[in-house]
């Protein structure tokens, strides 16, 4: 007799076994893993009603947790896998993507959110602030590969780097606007509630997640690496599952004293990296995350695609389309085209880290986050409506193209690092 919980154990166990295989053979094709799982939890939720409802308006604290968790796991995951060591120079990219790109993605939403859908303020910069960042789940796939154990990963252009420390860093650089949301929305716009907002949740969090983060990483690196006590090494004993107890105790930590737990965690993974750079453990430890997260990721994308099916996007119109294809195609290219003037990128890798911002799992756990702790009253349903529309499009559009570019990209680098040195063998980033 088919039942619901028989319907959920087979399901799950054919979603983990496609999880397996669908990386490898949709490699390059327009198709990505996000794409499949989440048009089959639009159709499991279609076509079988006594499935339960996975609103997230109803089980908001659910869903809010379970995407926490999912992007905390990615964060180390993305600090874990680059190769280029932490230098201001080095990561030129990715100060421009936070400190131009993402503002100005924030600004343009949020007045979008004003004008075009007629959000308070409260609920458009809460809008701007939710879908700016690059998502560290569902970059995946134009991120860095696995951490390699030599001085010079081929993986790592400068595309790969930029996009996967972009992730890294903006959902934490993104919370102080969130924070700011929320407090809009209880005191309005007054001169306490901002500069309490500044000193707690602009300077004192990102401090202490900034700091906690290195801590914890270095003690961390040392039990890893270099214990008094040869048997404590851990990497002496290829224990991959001991990546989840970093994650949890920067993220646990940093949340305790009130910081930001996303910066701790992406910090606390770029500490452990930087203590032992070449060490083949580190690969050991990326390995167990990236199965994590992607086990993660299906369930949340299953479920988006439930709530798609039951109806999470009633309330969209024309308007609300028309903001999310902006946004999407027109608003964050032209924002990262225009940030990464003048930088080390070339016109084809500009375009291609412009175009590659996608939004995801990050994105619903804001949202999910700011009503939970602020009112907006009569904006909870357009919000969620807005954000699924605008990650679902994200996963279609970016998932059918980034195969494709990507891989005309790889092409056009090795070809020009092949003219340039006269051999077969790739080289070091060349800009293209």
Same mark, same amino acid.
């Given at each position: ?23 490898? /053979?949709?490699?390059?094709? %327009?198709?990505?893993? %996000? ?85 308070? *303020? ?10 700016? %960042?690059?998502? %560290? =789940? ?61 000193? *707690?949740? /602009? ?5 202490? +997640? ?8 270095? =003690? ?13 090494? /851990? ?8 990546? $989840? ?56 994308? =299953? ?32 924002? +990262?085209?225009?940030? $990464? ?9 500009? $375009? ?9 799992? +990050? ?19 357009? *919000?969620?409506?807005?954000?699924? $529309? ?43």
């Amino acid at each position: 007799m088919l039942e619901a919980p028989s319907i959920l154990f087979f399901a799950a166990g054919l979603a983990v076994l496609a999880a397996a295989i669908l990386p490898k /053979l949709l490699l390059r094709m %327009p198709l990505s893993m %996000p794409m499949v799982f989440l048009g089959s939890g639009i159709l499991a939720f279609a076509l079988l009603p006594d499935l339960p409802d996975p609103d997230p308006v109803k089980y908001a604290d659910f869903t809010m947790h379970l995407t926490e968790v999912c992007v905390i796991i990615s964060l180390m995951g993305a600090g874990l896998a680059l190769d280029r060591p932490f230098k201001w120079r080095g990561w030129s990219t990715t100060w421009r993507l936070l400190g131009i790109v993402m503002p100005v993605s924030i600004v343009v939403m949020t007045m979008l959110g004003l004008w075009v859908l007629g959000l308070g *303020l409260a609920a458009a910069l809460l809008l701007g602030a939710a879908i700016s %960042p690059t998502d %560290p =789940v569902l970059a995946s796939e134009v991120q860095v590969g696995k951490p390699a154990d030599t001085e010079t990963d081929p993986d790592e252009d400068e595309v790969r780097f930029a996009l996967t420390s972009e992730a890294g860093l903006n959902d934490g650089l993104a919370f102080p606007f969130v924070y700011l949301a929320i407090a809009i929305s209880l005191a309005g716009v007054t001169p306490e509630a901002i500069g309490q907002w500044a000193a *707690l949740d /602009l300077v004192w969090r990102m401090t202490a +997640g900034v700091l906690l983060g290195f801590v914890i990483g270095k =003690v961390l690196s040392r039990i890893f690496f270099s214990a008094p006590v040869r048997s404590f090494r /851990l990497s002496e004993h290829s224990e991959g599952f001991v990546a $989840l107890a970093a994650t949890f105790l920067a993220y646990g930590a940093t949340e305790m004293i009130e910081g930001y737990g996303f910066v701790a965690v992406f910090v606390c993974a770029l500490t452990i990296r930087a203590s032992e750079r070449h060490h083949a453990y580190h690969q050991v430890l990326h390995s167990y995350v990236e199965q994590l997260e992607r086990l993660m990721t299906i369930v949340i994308l =299953v479920l988006l695609g439930g709530a798609i099916a039951r109806g999470v996007l009633d309330g969209i119109g024309w308007a609300e389309l028309l903001v999310a294809l902006l946004f999407l195609l027109l608003v964050r290219p032209v924002a +990262g085209w225009l940030g $990464l003037l003048r930088g080390k990128t070339g016109p084809r890798e500009r $375009l291609a880290i412009s175009y590659f911002g996608i939004r995801g799992i +990050g994105s619903l756990f804001y949202v999910a986050y700011a009503l939970s702790h602020g009112k907006f009253d009569g904006d909870e349903r357009t *919000l969620w409506a807005v954000v699924a $529309l605008i990650v679902a499009l994200s996963v279609v559009i970016h998932g059918a193209t980034t195969a494709p570019l990507m891989d005309r990209l790889d092409k056009l680098r090795v070809t020009k690092a092949r003219k340039k040195h006269g051999d077969e063998s790739r080289a070091p980033h060349t800009a293209v």
